[in-house]
């Protein structure tokens, strides 16, 4: 029920900027011609309609970046680079990001390469992968119990599926427990990170735009972010950060 | 012409250095010629140069002044491609004694050549309003207030203190060292500093003077003050300063004597007495900088700075010189600032940074800027960005680190001409790439995913049917299982499908009562024989009535004598149907109808 009124106005939104687009141009021509606040606008609709779209989301945090708005940028490019992670031009341009906000890409301490593999596929894919080895595996099972004269054949595909299940189960799951269930953005310039949901908290200390945080817990208007980098965590009001969820 | 050609080779073959000295150029001046026994003077070095780092002049020996050092400024130019500096070089001096005094050549030298500056005469003149040293006797000063002097109260002593005994490494210390005396001093006193190692030291000038009561005990007082700064964490001593002055003494005077007239030509009325007064050595503990928060750009800088930057022209073309000055100002050992890191700058070629100092000492706290001058050249043309320059410092009022950060500077660059840019060009390693500039990537303008990912991702939102391969395994799973069951308990399995199959025959002959009415009988006298025989473990086909009642009897004790002759009415009637069709029957219950209701009595009684 609560749907299809967010389609109906994300439909809206992209009927109004079509019109938009005929007199102005294209969000594309308006990046090339460096109205980057217009080319916002007109990618932020785009991807109103085509939220899975890691190319809407990459072209949109350039927009955002040009246009001076670093943490929405981040938060843009690592929808992108959640959805399409092999694509160079997505990881080079979180990485840019992150380091003028004074973060790598890659965490201390983590071999490039590795962090890489890790990141080979997306969420969506490892689940998939991960999906079709299970089917194939009880597939191929209920085969060979019903073929007993042909369990044999069966069986060695029936291990490599499973194997196959085993390890891209594990690796969804690695991913699942050693990532963040929800990230954020900071966007605005200088973050007041309190130690307790509420103005009447002291300030615990401050987190520059643009740094990638985890969600940990709700309480109204306040979020409860924990920095892995520092170890630290604090509450902070929910407009100051922008959260990355599944697209 | 030839013989110019000629010298101007040889000129050329002559060491750097020598020709480097031979340009150097050192001035020495004084604010005043002459000055009272109570002032200072004030000497300036000017050291000039075509050459970045100049050597530093040295002072001639000068015992008749206290010599402070106080500063110095360094400026830098760069004039068509050609550097020249100039170091100037301040000394506070304050005069010992009266008369005349000479300030020797002040020297510099390099590669090996002496450059010096004249002499100059300086006239020291007793201050106006006091007695001068060696006219006359002085006696004790009386107190101002009018109190008795306590009589401990020593003639001379020596005080040195510190106005904090904790600082952190690097934090000024401000140590103080009074010589207070109540008696006329024959001469200017000379001062020995403290011993000071674990510091870097700084002296504060001038020399403040004046009147203090102590002890009841009116004191004129000279103080010298240096500012410190702990080079390491730990525990620090302050040695003892030492003050060499020369009092009157008393000379109880016998004219009969015989030695007074050697005594009254060789020393006058008045006895001079050498004093040499030290004074206690201090202790200091610092602390050491917390390692916590530290910035990844920290070089050591405490106290309070900011940081500017300037560029001198934004609308440059590609291939002409930019100076960047970054200055970093405030107070704390600005000496000990380290070199500025600057930000990459793909875009330009960045050439040696110099830097430069200027020191300060209002209210006896250090501080002033140091200049950091750099001269960029942009590579190619269009908007370019020198990027936030950070400079990081611990505050120890705050008690942590603060990193001062400047604006990015933004520049317009015109495309250069071809010597310039080419110029540029050849700074790049041939066959390699000459990174220039840092931005992101451009658009996506017709990139989706593979159909490889959209098929992944279609299967990962498949939602509840990802439950039907696993409804699928176990059902084959339990199917399996039961015929793997059924197939080894044969007996078992006949037990549970006897009613089954009786019933299925039951169905048979409902269907061919009317056409095959002997085929109907016999199949339903096969349904009671097979589901005794499924029921009893007996073989169907030898079964008899006798055999049947006496298994009934020991597998179904619950049946009793009117269920067994039920049955054996039943077997005799259907014997008598498919033997004689044709027989008379009874206006009975039909055989099918009575057979299903004792089949239903005998499943509930016969257990396995």
């Given at each position: 029920?609560t ?5 109906s ?15 102005q ?5 308006l990046?090339?011609a460096?109205d980057?606040s217009?080319a ?14 890691a ?13 001076g708005?670093?943490?929405r940028a981040?938060?843009e490019?690592?929808?992108?680079f959640?959805l ?17 906000a ?5 965490p201390?301490?983590v ?22 080895a299970?089917?194939a ?15 044999g ?11 196959a299940?085993?390890?891209?189960g ?5 991913r ?6 929800e ?8 973050a ?7 103005d009447g908290f ?11 945080v985890?969600?940990?817990?709700e ?6 972010i ?17 959260r990355?969820?599944?697209p | ?11 050329s ?5 020598l020709?480097a000295?031979?340009?150097i150029?050192?001035r020495?001046?004084?604010?005043k010629?002459?000055v ?5 003077i ?9 050459s970045?780092?100049m ?27 050609k ?7 301040t000394?506070?001096?304050v005069?010992?004694f009266?008369?005349k ?5 002040v020297?510099v030298?390099t590669g ?5 500056t ?9 201050p ?7 006219q ?19 003639d ?6 510190v106005d904090?005994?904790?600082?952190f ?7 103080s060292?009074?010589f ?5 001093l ?23 003077h ?5 002890h009841?005990?009116?004191y004129?007082?000279s103080?010298?003050?240096t500012?410190?700064f ?12 030492t ?10 005077i016998d ?15 008045v006895?001079?007495?050498d ?9 200091i ?8 928060g530290?910035?990844?750009d ?19 073309k590609?291939?002409e ?9 405030g ?6 600032l380290?070199d ?21 000492r209002t209210?006896d706290?250090?501080?002033g800027?140091?200049v950091f001058?750099?001269v960029?050249?942009?590579k190619?043309s269009?908007p370019?960005t ?15 680190y603060?990193?001062?950060?400047t604006?990015?500077?933004?520049l317009?660059v015109?495309?250069g ?5 080419a ?12 990174a ?9 303008l017709n ?6 990912s959209?098929?992944?991702e ?6 509840n049917?990802?439950?039907a391969p696993?409804l699928?395994?176990?059902?084959v799973?339990s ?37 095959d009415?002997k ?10 024989t097979?589901y005794?025989?499924?029921k ?9 009535l006798?055999?049947v009642?006496d298994?009934l009897?020991?597998k ?10 039920e049955?054996r009415?039943?077997w005799?009637?259907?014997d008598?149907?498919r033997f004689?069709?044709?027989a008379?029957?009874?206006k009975g ?5 009575k ?8 499943e ?5």
């Open positions: 029920m749907r299809t009124p967010a389609l106005a994300a439909g809206l939104s992209l009927l109004f900027w079509a019109a938009v687009c005929s007199a141009g294209t969000p594309a021509e990046y090339a460096a980057y217009g916002v606008a007109g990618y932020a609709a785009l991807v109103a309609d085509q939220p899975r779209s190319s809407l989301h990459y072209n949109l945090g350039n927009s955002l970046f040009k246009d708005q670093l943490g981040i938060a490019y690592q929808r992108a959640d399409r992670p092999r694509d160079r031009d997505i990881r080079h341009n979180l990485g840019f990001a992150l380091k003028r004074g973060e790598d890409l890659v201390p301490g071999p490039p390469f590795l962090h890489y593999l890790f990141h080979l596929l997306s969420g969506r894919e490892l689940a998939g992968l991960h999906w079709l299970c089917w595996t009880l597939i191929l099972a209920s085969a060979a119990l019903l073929r007993r004269s042909a369990a054949a069966i069986g060695w595909w029936g291990a490599g599926a499973l194997a299940w085993l390890f891209f594990g690796w969804w799951g690695a699942a427990a050693l990532e963040p269930s990230r954020a953005v900071v966007i605005k310039a200088t007041e990170i309190r130690s307790g949901p509420g002291s300030v615990a200390f401050t987190a520059p735009e643009g740094r990638r985890s969600v940990l817990s309480n109204g208007r306040w979020l409860e924990g920095l892995d980098l520092e170890g630290a965590k604090g509450w902070v009001l929910a407009d100051s950060v922008e990355v969820g599944e | 012409m030839t013989t110019s050609l000629l010298l101007a080779a040889a000129l073959l002559l060491p750097a250095p020709r000295a031979a340009d150029m050192i020495a001046g004084v604010d010629t002459s009272a026994l109570n002032d200072q004030v000497l300036e070095v000017s050291v000039a140069g075509p970045t780092s050597p530093e002049p040295k002072l001639p020996s000068l015992p008749n002044f206290s010599v402070y050092s106080s500063a110095n400024s360094h400026n830098i130019s760069f004039i068509n491609g550097v020249s500096s100039s170091i100037v070089y000394y506070v001096l005069p010992r009266v008369g005094a000479v300030i020797g050549p020297a030298t090996g050549t002496t450059v010096q004249d002499p100059i005469e300086i006239e020291v003149v007793p106006a309003g006091t007695r001068v040293p060696g006359g006797p002085a006696s004790p000063r009386p107190s101002p207030s009018g109190a008795r002097p306590s009589p401990g109260a020593p001379i002593f020596v005080m040195a203190d904090k005994k904790k600082p490494v690097n934090e000024q210390v401000t140590l060292v009074k207070f005396t109540s008696v006329q024959l001469g200017n006193p000379q001062y020995d500093t403290p011993k000071i190692s674990g510091f870097l030291a700084e002296d504060l000038p001038p020399e403040r004046g009147n203090i009561e102590h009841g005990r009116s004129y007082y103080e010298i003050k500012a410190l702990p080079a390491s964490a730990g525990k620090h001593v302050v040695g003892p300063a003050v060499r002055a020369q009092i009157q003494r008393d000379v109880t004219p009969y004597a015989p030695d007074f007239f050697q005594r009254f030509f060789s020393q006058g009325l006895g001079a007495e004093k040499v007064l030290s004074s206690e050595p201090v202790e503990r610092a602390d050491p900088l917390p390692s916590e530290k910035p990844p920290f070089t050591g800088a405490v106290g309070r700075f900011s940081v500017s930057a300037a560029i001198d022209r934004t609308e440059p590609a291939g010189a930019v100076n960047l000055t970054v200055t970093v100002q107070t704390g050992n600005i000496k000990a380290g500025l890191k600057l930000p990459d700058m793909p875009s330009f070629r960045v050439y040696d940074t110099v830097s430069s100092l200027s020191l300060d209210k706290v250090v501080n800027s140091k001058k750099t960029l050249v942009p190619v269009g370019l020198i990027p936030s320059i950070t400079f990081s410092y611990f505050d120890p009022s705050k008690r942590q603060v990193q001062a950060s604006p990015a500077l933004r317009k015109g495309e001409d071809a010597a310039a840019s110029a540029v060009a050849a700074s790049a390693p041939a066959g390699r790439l000459s220039v500039s840092e931005d992101i990537r451009y658009l996506k990139a989706e995913s593979s159909a490889l959209r098929l992944l279609a299967v990962a939102s498949a939602g049917a990802h439950t696993f699928l395994f176990a059902a799973l199917m399996t299982m039961y015929q793997e069951r059924e197939a080894s308990d044969p007996k078992g399995k006949r037990f549970r499908g006897a009613l089954k199959a009786a019933r299925k025959r039951l169905t048979q002959a409902a269907a061919l009562k009317a056409e009415p085929r109907a009988s016999s199949l339903l006298s096969e349904a009671l097979h005794l025989g499924d009893l473990d007996a073989p169907a086909s030898g079964l008899t006798r055999r009642i298994l009897a020991a179904a004790p619950g049946l009793g004598s009117r269920e067994h002759d049955v009415e039943m005799e009637e259907l008598l149907l004689a069709p044709s008379p029957r009874g219950a039909d055989p099918a109808e057979l299903a209701s004792l089949l239903k009595i005998l509930k009684a016969v257990r396995r």
